[in-house]
């Protein structure tokens, strides 16, 4: 196997493994991971990095390259929504203090690193891969 082919598989391989990170930390009491966010959208996740894996194992590199750059998607896009409903989860109280005090007690962790590590991966070697090109000899 090529090394960019590698390096692709590890970037799946940590996408799949880093949807069991913490993600969220709430009040200090409770760690959430991708499927605590949402259990549809993580497993949507997992089925893209799956798909990825099997790709890449059998050398379908358009295939892998889909998967690759729709893991980052689906990552950034579940960035931008566990952001937006942070800032947005204490908006009904009418006190300002209050709700900002209570928005700074759930805290992004360290899991948002690792998946998108693993989605950039992905990324970065599905697009140094090239399809083989044989040519005959004469």
């Known amino acids: 196997m090529r090394p960019a082919l590698l390096i692709t598989l590890l970037g799946f391989i940590i996408l799949i493994a880093a949807t069991y990170c913490p993600m969220l930390r709430a009040f200090h009491i409770k760690t959430l991971d991708v499927y605590d966010l949402s259990r549809p959208y993580g497993m949507i996740i997992?089925?893209?990095?799956?798909i990825g894996i099997l790709c890449t194992v059998l050398g379908q590199i358009k295939v892998t390259r889909i998967a690759a750059w729709a893991s980052l998607i689906l990552v950034v896009l579940l960035y931008v929504?566990?952001?937006?409903?942070?800032?947005?989860?204490?908006?009904?109280?009418?006190f300002k203090g209050i709700e900002g005090f209570l928005t700074k007690q759930i805290a992004f962790k360290w899991g948002w690193y690792?998946?998108?590590?693993?989605?950039?991966?992905?990324?970065?070697?599905?697009?140094?891969?090239?399809?083989?090109?044989?040519?005959?000899?004469?």
């Not at 929504?81 to 009418?94: E, G, H, T, Y």
């Not at 950039?120 to 891969?129: D, E, F």
């Open 46 to 50: 997992m089925l893209t990095g799956v």
């Open 81 to 94: 929504a566990a952001f937006l409903k942070v800032k947005a989860s204490f908006s009904f109280i009418p």
């Open 114 to 138: 690792v998946l998108f590590a693993g989605s950039a991966l992905s990324v970065i070697g599905a697009l140094a891969s090239k399809k083989r090109v044989y040519t005959e000899g004469k």
